[in-house]
């Protein structure tokens, strides 16, 4: 399915991750998963929650810029080579994956991931030929 | 501010008039209207014995004792006195000795004293009639007319038998070689007020007409504000005449001010202009050999001449600052090392092999060099520079004492700017207080920054500048947006051409970094063509060891903004090529987040300079 994930842009320095945390967590909003990109001066944190309109406003309101993307998620079979043969439809499919990070949860054998990539419904019509749940 | 004071020493023998003499120095001082301090003596004053006495005197006079080896001018009226009392000079001082009066032509052997003091008179900024007034009062009666005859002996003396200079404790080179203390073409500097203002109005009419008949633009402004050549009458007519903005140079770019066609210009120079295209300027071979003048004179008022190697650590290329020094350098028949900017380990080798005795370069780089050259275990002292000429960009009195201290050189201002000729405008003299303009080529004027209005000698306002002689280029009062004042007080040099007050600050939000001119707007046209709309961004200017760094942080805006770290790295890299393009120096940019600069008003703090603050 595709997900809204909003993104922050951060200084890479202390005591730049924290606030935007701490907003959420006053407006009551969970985190679902997220990822924390790093380079020498600056870094990206993503993150999934639920209601992400009323988390974007909430971040807003804080004075702290998001964007949202859509990106796609996808049930993984958690086993050795659940991933690798994931990833074989999107080689084949000629789709270019940004980056990509799993689910703190996962419901029975399945993991779930999130994948970023230029066209997220083409990744889902690739996903689905090739009997994969994109229905999370 | 003690940098004016003029030290003189004066030591003879018990009965040979040295305190009288101190007394006659210390009145003609007073009555020209400085202040003075004076030292009775220290020594014996009984007849034979030793006797010696310090006169100080300037705007400002705090102690009485000239400091050893810290007198202008040592007088000794005992031939033989002279060995224990060289010490006094300084480098570069006048000594002056009997041997420079036939004493066969004084009437009474006695005036001696005052015939030295004749010699004296030559060299200082008093008038005669005040050493007149001051030999009548303090002089008996009975002798006035041997003694105004003395006087009149020494003061006629035509530079001779003047001696002087001990070599510097360090240094390598005799600091002044026969010509004395008074280097050749140090001469213009020195010509009589009159005869400078007379030459002055007649460049002036020259150059208005010039301007007016072969400029377009300033045709049209002169008709606009309904003057014309002939009404430069005098050098206050001047004020006249239509200020000329640097905003000229880019409407006319690159060829539109041109006073005379291509085929007589030989050489052309550029610099940064406020936007992305840089201001040109022209040289006939007259301009060159005027420019090559100026430098010539700049150099020799730091005391160099044939005999020292320059280092010149000035860019060259477009910049002004490398040629132009060459050219001034070699003309004073100097040993020139073309380095150019740059290779700081090269630098230092160069320096010390070659036994470079000064050097060229901006107040910034040479501090970096300092600290090279102590990572590299040179130490600076040891080496026979003794002579920094620093400029490109305003420095302070600050940075002079830390340069001088670690690295034990003179350390001189040099002024100028490529819109009037490039470097050689102004220069400091040996005194080291306000830099002497070369006002026979270049006239200077103080405006009011915000209403043009012309200001009198003393006030601080922008400086502007006419350029008298210059062909293919003139300047009509050029604004340079330079904060600063005329001294009109005559300088302790003794050179008659006005100074002004080193440069503190601008009228305009012009940067100097590392020697090159950075306008803010170049920064915001560089961050536009990227982004489309302006982010909100802030210069951050900081020193690391000695060189000026310049960081631009940039908000990153929702636009520009994205989730992909290969895309904002892409980001960076563009910002960081446009500026470097732009202003055409390395840059750091640092992307911040939404709405962290400072604003105030609404509006980012676009520039924090933190040059001057101790490392953090």
Request: net charge neutral; aromatic share 6%.
């Amino acid at each position: 399915m595709k997900l809204h994930q909003l993104s922050l842009f951060l200084e890479n320095r202390p005591g730049e991750l924290r606030p935007p945390i701490q907003a959420l967590a006053d407006a009551g909003i969970n985190i679902l998963t997220l990822s924390l990109a790093d380079t020498e001066q600056f870094g990206i944190l993503r993150l999934i929650v639920r209601d992400w309109q009323k988390a974007k406003t909430v971040l807003e309101r804080a004075g702290i810029v998001a964007k949202v993307t859509e990106v796609v998620a996808v049930e993984v079979p958690d086993r050795p080579g659940g991933l690798a043969a994931l990833l074989g439809i999107f080689d084949q499919a000629k789709l270019n994956i940004e980056y990509m990070y799993a689910f703190s949860e996962k419901r029975g054998d399945k993991a779930s991931m999130v994948f970023r990539v230029a066209d997220p419904d083409t990744a889902l019509r690739a996903l689905q030929a090739s009997g994969i749940n994109v229905d999370l | 501010m003690t940098c004016d004071v003029t030290n003189i020493v004066i030591a003879g023998l018990g009965g040979q008039g040295v305190i009288k003499a101190s007394d006659i120095i210390a009145e003609a001082a007073i009555r020209a209207g400085f202040e003075v301090k004076k030292s009775e003596l220290h020594g014996m004053s009984q007849r034979g014995g030793s006797v010696s006495s310090d006169v100080r005197f300037g705007p400002s006079v705090f102690s009485p004792m000239v400091p050893t080896g810290e007198a202008d001018f040592l007088i000794v009226v005992d031939p033989d006195q002279v060995s224990v009392n060289r010490h006094q000079l300084r480098n570069g001082g006048v000594l002056i000795t009997p041997s420079v009066i036939d004493e066969k032509q004084l009437t009474v052997k006695k005036s001696l004293n005052i015939a030295l003091l004749g010699e004296l008179s030559r060299h200082l900024p008093i008038a005669e009639k005040e050493w007149l007034e001051a030999i009548r009062t303090n002089l008996s009666p009975k002798l006035q007319d041997a003694n105004l005859k003395a006087f009149a002996l020494g003061r006629a003396n035509r530079g001779s038998a003047l001696t002087t200079a001990i070599p510097a404790v360090r240094s390598k080179t005799p600091v002044s070689a026969s010509t004395g203390p008074r280097h050749r073409a140090s001469e213009p500097d020195f010509i009589p007020i009159e005869n400078l203002r007379e030459v002055q109005l007649q460049r002036l009419q020259f150059i208005a007409r010039r301007a007016y008949e072969r400029v377009p633009l300033y045709r049209q402004r002169m008709d606009g504000s309904g003057v014309k050549p002939d009404d430069i009458r005098s050098l206050d007519d001047v004020a006249r005449l239509p200020f000329t903005q640097k905003a000229d140079l880019r409407d006319t770019y690159p060829f539109g001010l041109f006073a005379s066609p291509l085929h007589e210009v030989v050489r052309l120079h550029a610099s940064s202009g406020t936007t992305g295209k840089p201001i040109v300027v022209a040289y006939t071979r007259e301009d060159v050999a005027v420019w090559t003048n100026v430098m010539m004179r700049a150099f020799a008022s730091y005391g160099l001449h044939e005999h020292d190697i320059i280092q010149n650590a000035y860019g060259y290329g477009l910049f002004t600052g490398g040629l132009g020094a060459h050219y001034g350098a070699e003309a004073l028949g100097a040993t020139v090392i073309p380095i150019s900017g740059g290779n700081t380990e090269r630098q230092i080798m160069v320096m010390k092999d070659f036994g470079v005795t000064a050097i060229c370069c901006t107040p910034s780089y040479f501090l970096h060099l300092i600290e090279k050259a102590q990572e590299m275990g040179e130490d600076l002292h040891q080496l026979s520079v003794r002579v920094g000429v620093f400029g490109a960009e305003p420095w302070t009195e600050g940075m002079r004492q830390r340069i001088e201290a670690e690295s034990g050189i003179k350390a001189y201002d040099i002024y100028g700017l490529s819109e009037i000729v490039g470097p050689g405008v102004g220069s400091e003299c040996e005194r080291q207080c306000g830099l002497h303009i070369f006002e026979d080529h270049f006239y200077p004027e103080i405006v009011d920054p915000e209403t043009g209005k012309s200001l009198p000698d003393g006030a601080e306002g922008e400086l502007v500048f006419t350029t008298l002689s210059k062909l293919a280029m003139p300047m009509i009062r050029y604004r340079t947006h330079d904060i600063t004042a005329l001294m009109a007080e005559p300088c302790a040099c003794g050179r008659t051409i006005r100074r002004i007050r080193r440069i503190s600050r601008r009228s305009d939000d012009m940067l100097i970094i590392r020697g090159v001119n950075v306008f803010p707007s170049q920064i915001e046209s560089a961050l536009l063509r990227i982004e489309q709309t302006l982010p909100h961004y802030q210069i951050v200017l900081t020193r690391e060891s000695g060189l000026d760094q310049m960081e631009v942080h940039v908000e990153v805006t929702p636009q520009v903004f994205s989730d992909e770290v290969r895309a904002l790295e892409e980001l960076h890299r563009k910002l960081t090529q446009a500026i470097e393009t732009v202003t055409g120096i390395h840059i750091h940019v640092r992307l911040v987040a939404p709405r962290t600069l400072q604003r105030s008003e609404g509006k980012a703090k676009r520039v924090l300079d933190r040059r001057n603050e101790p490392p953090r």
